[in-house]
């Protein structure tokens, strides 16, 4: 069983920043791809960035502030989050596309809450 635990959220000013850590535990044998997803009050949960071997992309909201990296040896992936703006308020979620004895599995975190407010 694969456990992940995200930490680093809190509360913002606009401008400000934050970075977000997700570390998994659990047997791990390979990581495919980690993610970062997010949302908002009263909406639906949308994608933010991944990291998959070499490849990184972002969503375009938030392409130029954030930064998504990963460590492979430690199974972590962290979100550094600048410059952010009251409409980047969320619960953000880690999620792990990673092989484990069960085989293949996608794994959530239980989400970091973000507030950018004044």
């Known amino acids: 069983q694969v456990h992940l635990v995200e930490s680093g959220g809190g509360l913002v000013h606009p401008g400000g920043s934050l970075r977000l850590s997700c570390s998994a535990s659990g047997i791990i044998f390979n990581s495919y791809a980690m993610a970062w997803y997010r949302q908002a009050p009263g909406k639906e949960r949308e994608w933010v960035a991944t990291?998959?071997?070499?490849?990184?992309i972002y969503a375009d909201s938030v392409k130029g502030r954030f930064s998504i990296f990963g460590d492979n040896a430690k199974i972590s992936v962290y979100l550094q989050m600048n410059r952010l703006q009251p409409e980047d308020t969320a619960v953000y979620y880690c999620?792990?596309?990673?092989?484990?004895?069960?085989?293949?599995?996608?794994?959530w975190g239980q989400g970091t809450q973000v507030i950018v407010s004044s």
């Open positions: 999620n792990l596309d990673v092989e484990t004895q069960s085989g293949r599995g996608n794994y």
């Open positions: 990291i998959s071997g070499g490849a990184i």
